[in-house]
């Protein structure tokens, strides 16, 4: 374990007990909702986990990096900035994910186009978009949201390769 991770959990752990303290009753509430939760979340997680497994497991890491790399050029940015527009994942497993991009040689700049248009863009959830804002309105949202997550992943990546 790492020792961000021991400092999260200490930190977290003083501020469950000073809840404890100021109203036990609150936090039990607080701590039933958040198991709720996990259990919630839990199989998106692990159907996460497992297709990753399976993309590096069938996916040698040479096409990974010849379709993400460096050498992929733009059409890698622009494959990440699609992939990541389309998939519907929380931002929290995405992490893992571009972290295994990474390793398998995807470039900094195909995975920071990647998380951002994850976090930017829904295309899945368009239609309650255009339902809730309007045709105009979500449509130019994620347009103009798709073209500033590729812009920012591309400084992100010329900041983190220098």
């Given at each position: 374990m790492s020792m961000t991770a021991v400092v999260i959990n200490v930190l977290t752990l003083c501020c469950l007990l000073f809840a404890f303290i100021k109203d036990s009753k609150k936090t039990k509430q607080a701590l039933?909702?958040?198991?709720?939760?996990?259990?919630?979340?839990?199989?998106?997680?692990?159907?996460?986990?497992?297709?990753?497994?399976?993309?590096?497991?069938?996916?040698?890491?040479?096409?990974?990096?010849?379709?993400?790399?460096?050498?992929?050029?733009?059409?890698?940015?622009l494959i990440a900035a699609l992939l990541g527009a389309v998939l519907h994942i929380p931002s929290l497993i995405s992490f893992p994910m571009a972290g295994a991009f990474l390793k398998s040689g995807a470039s900094v700049t195909t995975v920071a186009v990647f998380i951002t248009t994850l976090t930017m863009i829904g295309v899945v959830t368009l239609p309650v978009?255009?339902?809730?804002?309007?045709?105009?309105?979500?449509?130019?949202?994620?347009?103009?949201?798709?073209?500033?997550?590729?812009?920012?992943g591309l400084i992100m990546g010329l900041i983190l390769q220098l």
């Open positions: 039933k909702a958040a198991v709720q939760s996990f259990f919630r979340i839990l199989p998106v997680v692990l159907i996460i986990i497992i297709i990753i497994g399976l993309l590096l497991g069938f996916v040698p890491q040479s096409q990974i990096s010849r379709i993400l790399g460096k050498q992929a050029g733009f059409m890698g940015v978009e255009i339902k809730e804002l309007g045709k105009k309105m979500a449509l130019l949202r994620n347009g103009m949201s798709f073209i500033i997550a590729v812009i920012i």
